[in-house]
């Protein structure tokens, strides 16, 4: 158990909805960062937070947002589904910008 | 080209035997990470280098920074190793790049 937790660990949705993916990081860490694995594509990184801040942006489609709490949980907002959007999504949490990251189990998105 | 290329993709190895898997980037780095992502979809962080090498058990892991090149040994590999292993760049302290991951499957 890395200490990351995510909800939910499943979501089965239609093409056209909205998702919203929760992820609460290991007591301690001010970083968070969320990932994509879909077959297709492997591991893509989307954004990190850090502090609350946007901290880095990466491969994330503007239909997607996310944010960081100040208690330092963070979602990841996904809208206006497609079926491409089928994917686990990742969150992982370091304790600083650059260490180890410590990855939750994953949220499972099915985009029907 | 992918900016990070691991070799092989797929391995399969008996119980006992010595593992190696490779990692090569083409870009400057700050570290480099080895992850292992079990059947189930879980992944756990096996080391983070950004230099020399390092030991946990029976995981061994080196880079060469100069060659931009790194390899995860595994010492008297076991069923329960088998798993997909993942390298990953961190290019700025932010953004981790992946790459497609090894593989592995440990028959009795």
């Known amino acids: 158990d890395s200490g990351v937790t995510q909800t939910p660990k499943h979501l089965i949705t239609a093409t056209g909805q909205r998702v919203t993916l929760r992820c609460s990081p290991r007591?301690?860490?001010?970083?968070v960062y969320w990932y994509q694995q879909s077959l297709d594509q492997g591991l893509q990184f989307l954004i990190q937070y850090y502090n609350g801040e946007e901290r880095a942006k990466g491969n994330i489609l503007e239909r997607f947002s996310a944010q960081q709490f100040p208690d330092l949980h963070s979602e990841l907002n996904l809208s206006s589904l497609e079926l491409g959007d089928s994917a686990l999504y990742f969150c992982?949490?370091?304790?600083?910008?650059?260490?180890?990251?410590?990855f939750g189990p994953g949220t499972r998105l099915l985009v029907l | 080209k992918n900016e990070v290329e691991q070799s092989p993709q797929n391995l399969t190895a008996q119980e006992g035997e010595f593992i190696t898997i490779n990692c090569s980037y083409s870009v400057g780095i700050s570290a480099l990470h080895w992850l292992q992502q079990h059947p189930g979809g879980g992944i756990v962080s096996l080391f983070m280098?950004?230099?020399g090498k390092k030991k946990h058990g029976r995981l061994i892991a080196t880079i060469n920074i100069q060659e931009k090149h790194s390899s995860l040994h595994i010492t008297a590999s076991h069923p329960r190793d088998s798993a997909v292993y993942i390298c990953a760049v961190d290019t700025s302290g932010s953004r981790l790049t992946f790459g497609e991951g090894t593989q592995l499957t440990v028959n009795p």
């Open positions: 007591s301690g860490d001010l970083s």
């Open positions: 992982a949490s370091s304790v600083d910008i650059g260490g180890t990251q410590y």
């Open positions: 280098l950004s230099s």
